[in-house]
């Protein structure tokens, strides 16, 4: 199985700040999406990159940026933070033809 | 635009007491549809993938059915480890992207 690994579960930010979520793939995919999930909005794409250093925006990416200098590494970069930007962001990672494996998630809070 | 609408938000069940939930799609060409499960503070868990109209996939208590406007999801006498936000999501044909529905809530009562 694929293991989507996000490296903070918890993360308090202030506003104004520049905060970088990271999520690294065991599996040597070639395909990563960074989601954020709000209630009653559901899950949103943000980004996504089909391979390194190449990167798509999806439905909302005004605020964020993303960087994937490695095949396994991919980062979301909110360039400086806001307060609507509280919420759980969720990474995932696809091979070819392949379903979406999710990591846990990041609760990140901006205060 | 693709859209996707699960039906009912949320459904309480007894145990063992069998139910569908209802995912209707609109989409340009699907390329597939997906089914997760997702807990409480935890990332979305594949389920199962369905590629065209009358296309079923099992698993235990699960079963999963296409037509070409909606997919259901069958749970046959549920326990309450069952209980979970269930996702479908679709796939538009030449896209990477997946557009997800809002999810069912479901809750299994001892």
């Known amino acids: 199985d694929v293991k989507v690994t996000q490296s903070s579960r918890y993360l308090v930010k202030r506003t104004g700040e520049k905060v970088f979520l990271e999520c690294v793939q065991d599996?040597?995919?070639?395909?990563m999406f960074w989601y954020r999930q709000d209630p009653g909005l559901g899950l949103r794409l943000i980004y996504f990159?089909?391979?390194?250093?190449?990167?798509e925006k999806g439905d909302i990416p005004e605020g964020y940026s993303v960087s994937r200098e490695k095949k396994e590494r991919f980062s979301l970069i909110l360039e400086s933070a806001s307060t609507n930007q509280t919420s759980m962001y969720l990474c995932?990672?696809?091979?070819?033809?392949?379903?979406?494996?999710f990591g846990d998630g990041t609760r990140l809070s901006i205060l | 635009e693709d859209q996707v609408t699960q039906s009912p938000e949320a459904l309480r069940l007894q145990e063992g007491e069998s139910s569908s939930l209802n995912c209707s799609y609109t989409?340009?060409?699907?390329?597939?549809l997906f089914w997760y499960r997702q807990d409480p503070g935890k990332g979305p868990e594949f389920l199962f993938t369905?590629?065209?109209a009358g296309e079923e996939k099992e698993k235990e208590r699960l079963k999963a059915t296409l037509t070409k406007k909606e997919s259901f999801l069958h749970i046959t006498a549920p326990k309450p480890e069952d209980s979970a936000t269930y996702l479908c999501a679709v796939q538009q044909a030449g896209s990477y992207q997946l557009t997800f529905g809002k999810g069912t809530k479901l809750s299994v009562i001892p």
């Open positions: 369905l590629y065209s």
């Open positions: 989409v340009s060409g699907l390329r597939g």
């Open positions: 990159s089909y391979d390194v250093k190449m990167k």
């Open positions: 599996m040597d995919h070639e395909n």
């Open positions: 995932a990672a696809s091979g070819v033809d392949q379903p979406q494996h």
